[in-house]
């Protein structure tokens, strides 16, 4: 790169720019990336990702493409499957994931299919055999009686699979191929009928809308708890049927280059919200601030207040549980809902707290969600943890040789004897 490049710059190859910076559906990028200028030949191979934004460029900041919105949706299209195959493997799960108007469309081709197959062969074998052209014969042993063509071939069909039978045309005994053909067709009814209605009641039980009630903090926030820099966010339920054994986990999405130079583009690291103490599952009966502790073993050790505004990362929410209305947990597994959200740097407020939202009125506790949102500031230094960490031991060491130093001092004068 040429001398003008800034001192520091992490440069990534191309194929970063599309995964660490997608731009969005109006063709825009992140005001973070910036190409940089490189000799001729290699022009257009490496990017910058990562650069100081100004003042000006920080408050007009665009942005960028998000991997999970924040109602939960993941932003991953999958595409140049080849092997389609996989999916008929598993048709009960690939008919239960389809959207509502292409379920429904199966639902009915499938009757409609066996209806018009069953019924052609009903009409083929009226017309070999004679029965089309026999028709008011009182002498002629019809196999299948008042088929005059294939629309009453397909009515045929039709009343034998739904078990309809208004008795004007129906499979004599007079024939072998007639009564096997209609075991076959009441066995293939039976299965779609299990299947499709099978899917049919998973479909419409999952609790998918259930989640909807289930809401995060707009924003993030960073202060001190117990003389530790802690991540905050605030989860709640709103309705009065609450979530059974309620767990949740976070997810740091966040591109990084390893140090023999290969590019890892989202790679996905946990952020323990109290998994070794059991914090992470909750008894979610009011907003409750859920807090990651900000440690060595945190991937936001060494991340400050000016660090974060010149990063680019994403926070991914899972909170999972079973709905409370779907059945007795004790007995029976209900259904499963899972709610997701997500938070950039840009929604993370350094130096901040949630304001309080409950209170005790009238012998049971209030709890007020015009309050859900609000963050107050407090004083929380802009160092990093590991920064706190090393001065906090470097003062108890200072203090330490202090102390020993003063009671060297204070110890008795020894005089020597006469």
Known sequence: PPASQEPGARLYPLHALSVANIPN?????????????????????????????????????????????????CQVNLGNIQDKKRFLSDIFTTIVDLKYRWFLFVFMMCYIITWVVFGFIYFLDAWVRGDIGHQGDPEWQACIENVDGFVSALLLSVESQRTIGYGTRMVTANCAEGVILLIAQSIVGSMIDAMMVGCMFVKISRPKKRAQTLIFSKNCVISCRDEKLCLMFRVGDLRESHMVDAKIRAKLIKSRQTAEGEFIPLEQSELNLGYDTGEDRLFLVEPQIICHVINRHSPFWDMSAESLRRDQFEIIIILEGIVEATGNHCLAAGMTCQARTSYTEDEILWGYRFEPCMSLEKGAFQVDYSRFEMTFEVQTPAASAKELHELKELEQQEHSTLSLYWDHLLQPCVLPGP
């Open 25 to 73: 559906s109006r063709g825009r990028t992140s005001a973070r990336s910036s190409t940089v200028p490189t000799p001729e030949g290699l022009q257009g191979r490496r990017c910058k990702l990562l650069e100081e934004d100004s003042p000006m460029v920080q408050a007009g900041k665009r942005q960028r493409q998000r991997y999970v919105t924040k109602v939960g949706k």
